[in-house]
């Protein structure tokens, strides 16, 4: 079945914990994104990335990192968590082609205390 | 600036109504427009979407969706909503120059019995 994972789906830490969101896909997209989702702001993209080691900043990528060394992978890294960043992530994957849609993962909600 | 703007916060029907669900956005270039639904607890499901042609498109769950290009809309509609119908629906735009998706805030729609 094509699908988008991410874990953990809910997740609980303080204020300065590192933490790592991961994503993967079975689709064998190039491009893959980031985005979080907060009341009336809609889906905010973060970082995306077009292909293995190609990565770039999205809409609100401060105090976030990713990396791409696999296809599959995407990992969301919150080196210093803050408040401000509690919210719900989704990772996404779509392939090349323009008319191609993106897939969503389930979505993670993450609680910064 | 480009931006995708939903009006209306929540939208209320009785089932077995006809229901439209706003969209219209501000994109440069030529647009690629999708419709997403999300359930609670749910990751995004891609409903349908506009590239080229028609400008009524016909997608899943018995949506449709018109384009308007002289009004930059792409309204949702429904001929007759059903109470499963109730969830969260966000209209998207692809920019092609900017080579990424922009969400509007979503909108919730409630289907009553």
């Known amino acids: 079945e094509a699908q988008v994972t991410q874990n953990p789906r809910y997740l609980i830490t303080v204020t300065g914990k590192k933490l790592t969101v991961t994503c993967s896909q079975n689709?064998?997209?190039?491009?893959m994104s980031w985005y979080r989702q907060d009341p009336g702001l809609g889906l905010r993209q973060i970082y995306y990335s077009m292909n293995v080691e190609v990565t770039d900043k999205g809409d609100v990528p401060e105090g976030y990192k990713v990396s791409r060394k696999e296809k599959r992978n995407f990992p969301l890294i919150l080196e210093s968590p803050s408040p401000n960043q509690t919210s719900l992530y989704f990772c996404?994957?779509?392939?090349?082609?323009?008319?191609?849609?993106?897939?969503f993962g389930p979505g993670t909600r993450l609680l910064v205390l | 600036a480009q931006s995708v703007a939903q009006p209306e916060d929540q939208v209320n029907v009785a089932e077995g109504n006809p229901l439209t669900v706003k969209c219209t956005y501000s994109v440069s270039g030529n647009p690629y427009l999708f419709w997403y639904v999300q359930y609670p607890n749910r990751g995004l499901q891609f409903l349908l979407k506009?590239?080229?042609?028609?400008?009524l498109v016909k997608g899943s769950y018995g949506f449709e969706a018109e384009f308007n290009k002289s009004q930059t809309s792409f309204h949702l509609k429904k001929p007759s909503a059903l109470v499963s119908d109730s969830a969260l629906y966000f209209c998207?735009?692809?920019?092609?120059?900017?080579?990424?998706?922009?969400f509007g805030s979503g909108t919730k729609l409630n289907v009553k019995p």
């Open positions: 996404a994957s779509r392939s090349g082609g323009l008319q191609e849609t993106q897939y």
């Open positions: 998207a735009v692809y920019s092609y120059n900017f080579n990424k998706f922009y």
């Open positions: 689709m064998n997209h190039e491009y």
């Open positions: 506009y590239i080229t042609g028609d400008n």
